[in-house]
C-alpha cells in the first residue's frame, strides 16, 4: 500500500503525479504481470491456472472483506505516518501526493501490479507447493523487501515500514480467504488512491 506520499518504487525517482514518472509505473505494471502472463501461456490459460494465480471472480462476501481491509489498511496506513513529519512523506524521493487524473490512474495501476505478482503469482505458486501459510508469508515478506528501501529516506519511516510488511500480510489472507485478487486488487487501489488525496 502506497501512503501519502510513499510508493513501492518511489523512493527512487520524480513524483507520481509527475508526467517523467507515468513511463515507470506502466513498466512496473508490465514487468509485475510478466511472471502471470508467462505461468498462463505455458499452462495454455487452464482453469487450474487461473485459479492458481487468483484470476478468477469473487462473491460479495469476497468483495465486502476487500472493502474492510482496504479501511483497516487505511487505518495502519495512517496511523504509522502520523509521527512522519510532512516534509518527508511528501518530500525528494517520495511518490508525492495524487494530482490528477493520471497521476491517479497510475497509482490505481501500480496497486494492481502488485496484487498480479505478490498475491497473485507469488502467493498462488508458494501456496500450491507448500500450503497457504507459506504463500501468505512468503508474498508478504517479499512484498515488504522493496518497502525496506524507504529507510534510505529517513529511519522516521520505521513504522511505515512495519505497517507495509503488517499490510502485505493482510491482503495475502484476503487473497486466500477469497481465492481471487480482485478484492485485494481493487482494496489496494482504493486505499492507495485515498491516502495519495489526504
Not at 13 to 26: D, F, M, Q
Not at 39 to 60: I, M
Request: hydrophobic share 55%; with cysteine; proline share 5%.
Amino acid at each position: 500500500m502506497c501512503v501519502p506520499g510513499v510508493g513501492i518504487s518511489g523512493w527512487t525517482g520524480p513524483a507520481i503525479g509527475e508526467p517523467s514518472e507515468h513511463n515507470g509505473v506502466v513498466v512496473e505494471f508490465v514487468v509485475f504481470s510478466l511472471p502471470s502472463l508467462i505461468y498462463l501461456a505455458v499452462r495454455r490459460r487452464d482453469a487450474e491456472a487461473r485459479a492458481t494465480l487468483g484470476l478468477v471472480g469473487t462473491t460479495a462476501s469476497g468483495w465486502l472483506l476487500g472493502l474492510a481491509v482496504a479501511v483497516v489498511s487505511l487505518a495502519l496506513g495512517w496511523a504509522a505516518t502520523l509521527p512522519v513529519p510532512a516534509e518527508i512523506l511528501h518530500g525528494p524521493g517520495t511518490a508525492g501526493r495524487i494530482v490528477g487524473v493520471v497521476s491517479g490512474f497510475m497509482v490505481v495501476l501500480r496497486a494492481v501490479g502488485e496484487e498480479i505478482l505478490f498475491r497473485g503469482f507469488l502467493q498462488g505458486i508458494v501456496a500450491r507447493r507448500w500450503g497457504a501459510f507459506a504463500g501468505i508469508v512468503v508474498q508478504g515478506v517479499a512484498f515488504w523487501l522493496p518497502h525496506l528501501m524507504l529507510l534510505t529516506i529517513t529511519g522516521a519511516l520505521v513504522p511505515l515500514v512495519i505497517a507495509q510488511f503488517a499490510i502485505g500480510l493482510l491482503f495475502g489472507w484476503l487473497r486466500h480467504r477469497t481465492g481471487s485478487i480482485a478484492p485485494g486488487a481493487a482494496a489496494h487501489a482504493l486505499a492507495n488512491v485515498i491516502m495519495g488525496l489526504v
